[in-house]
């Protein structure tokens, strides 16, 4: 098995896990971004994780205009489009908070923390696989929370 299957399986067998969780009245809905987009953190991996990495950066959480949209951590939706050059159909979540509806790489919106990430990484390298050549990102968590009014709860 390669190093982009086995993240994936032990990705898969997280999910599964997270599904038993119950959550406070306060979180109102969670998106989890392994059950709907998990095409996108596919292609992510099978792109990007053919080697092991001497440099893991670590994220908390999906954000909203990021993960929650392209499945790829601080997924930034020009980063992952252009950037990176992934092209993936992204489904919708179940259920679909009208206050922050999922629309992939169709998404015109920005996710900040993505952008700046990215933007760092763009700035500093050549490309994507130079940057991908030695390091790699990911969130520990594939779960978006909101509250009510869709508000982000991090």
Same mark, same amino acid.
């Given at each position: 098995m390669g190093l982009n299957r086995e993240i994936q399986h032990l990705a898969k067998k997280l999910n599964d896990k997270l599904g038993m969780l119950k959550f406070p009245d306060h979180v109102a809905c969670v998106y989890n971004t392994f059950d709907y987009a998990f095409g +996108? !953190? $596919?292609? !992510?991996?099978?792109k990007f994780v053919q080697d092991p990495k001497k440099i893991l =950066?670590?994220?908390m959480n999906p954000g909203p205009w990021g993960m929650v949209q392209t499945g790829v951590p601080f997924g930034e939706?020009? $980063?992952?489009?252009? /950037?990176m050059g992934l092209h993936v159909e992204i489904r919708k979540p179940q259920p679909e908070h009208p206050k922050r509806p999922v629309e992939g790489l169709d998404c015109v919106r920005s996710e900040v923390s993505g952008r700046r *990430? /990215? +933007?760092l990484f763009d700035d500093r390298f050549d490309s994507a696989q130079a940057f991908f050549k030695n390091h790699f990102v990911a969130n520990y968590?594939? *779960?978006? =929370?909101?509250?009510? +009014? +869709?508000r982000n709860l991090t």
């Open positions: +996108g !953190y $596919a292609a !992510y991996t099978n =950066f670590l994220g939706v020009a $980063a992952v489009r252009d /950037w *990430l /990215w +933007g968590c594939p *779960l978006a =929370f909101m509250e009510a +009014g +869709g």
